[in-house]
């Protein structure tokens, strides 16, 4: 157990829903990253929050956005779904910038 | 753009063989981590080299973290099927605001 959770674990919607992710990090951590993950691809980083501010962005589509709140927890809102929004989506946090990461168990969604 | 190359890109290994995994680049990292993870799962960090030139050793894992600190390595002992898996490196770029770098990962099989 890496302390970080999320939930839910599991969401199935359909095209052009909005869903809401949310993930708690570990207890003490300031940082929180979300990451998509599909089908048999590798990680690909989406956005990083540090202490409740945006830090670094990385292919995140401007239909999705993310926030991170004053008890540390984010969420990750992903809008106008489309079928290849399907994947993996994991939270990680860290203590610190360029520390090392402890990832959630991960939201699978499916879109239908 | 900081890459991260990361070879071979798949393994596979009788149990007790030992390998060694490598993570190169031109950039500087101000740190490297490697993790591993299963399908369906988060990875899990299994270490962080900051200093160049670093060793650091958990069970059968050592790593290594090049002395200019553009490059890491991973080597096993003894190969178990226990540590089958993804090892991803992943680079802290020296700006802080600039997103981690990842490798594309080595899919190790280890066969008993």
């Known amino acids: 157990d890496s302390g970080v959770t999320q939930t839910p674990k599991h969401l199935i919607t359909a095209t052009g829903q909005r869903v809401t992710l949310r993930c708690s990090p570990r207890?003490?951590?300031?940082?929180v990253y979300w990451y998509q993950q599909s089908l048999d691809q590798g990680l690909q980083f989406l956005i990083q929050?540090?202490?409740?501010?945006?830090?670094a962005k990385g292919n995140i589509l401007e239909r999705f956005s993310a926030q991170q709140f004053p008890d540390l927890h984010s969420e990750l809102n992903l809008s106008s779904l489309e079928l290849g929004d399907s994947a993996l989506y994991f939270c990680?946090?860290?203590?610190?910038?360029?520390?090392?990461?402890?990832f959630g168990p991960g939201t699978r969604l499916t879109v239908l | 753009t900081q890459l991260l190359e990361q070879s071979p890109q798949f393994l596979s290994i009788q149990e007790g063989e030992n390998l060694t995994v490598y993570c190169n680049s031109s950039?500087?990292?101000?740190?490297l981590q490697w993790y591993r993870q299963e399908p369906g799962e988060g990875p899990v960090l299994l270490v962080t080299?900051?200093?160049?030139?670093e060793v650091k050793k958990l069970k059968r894992l050592t790593f290594q973290f090049g002395d200019a600190r553009k490059d890491s390595s991973l080597h096993i002992t003894a190969a178990q099927p226990g540590d089958t898996g993804l090892y991803l490196c992943?680079?802290?770029?020296?700006?802080?605001?600039?997103?981690?770098?990842f490798g594309k990962g080595t899919r190790l099989s280890v066969i008993a």
């Open positions: 207890s003490g951590d300031l940082s």
């Open positions: 992943v680079g802290a770029p020296t700006s802080g605001n600039t997103p981690l770098v």
């Open positions: 950039s500087v990292f101000s740190s």
């Open positions: 929050y540090y202490n409740g501010e945006e830090r």
């Open positions: 990680a946090s860290s203590a610190g910038l360029g520390q090392g990461q402890y």
């Open positions: 080299v900051v200093t160049g030139g």
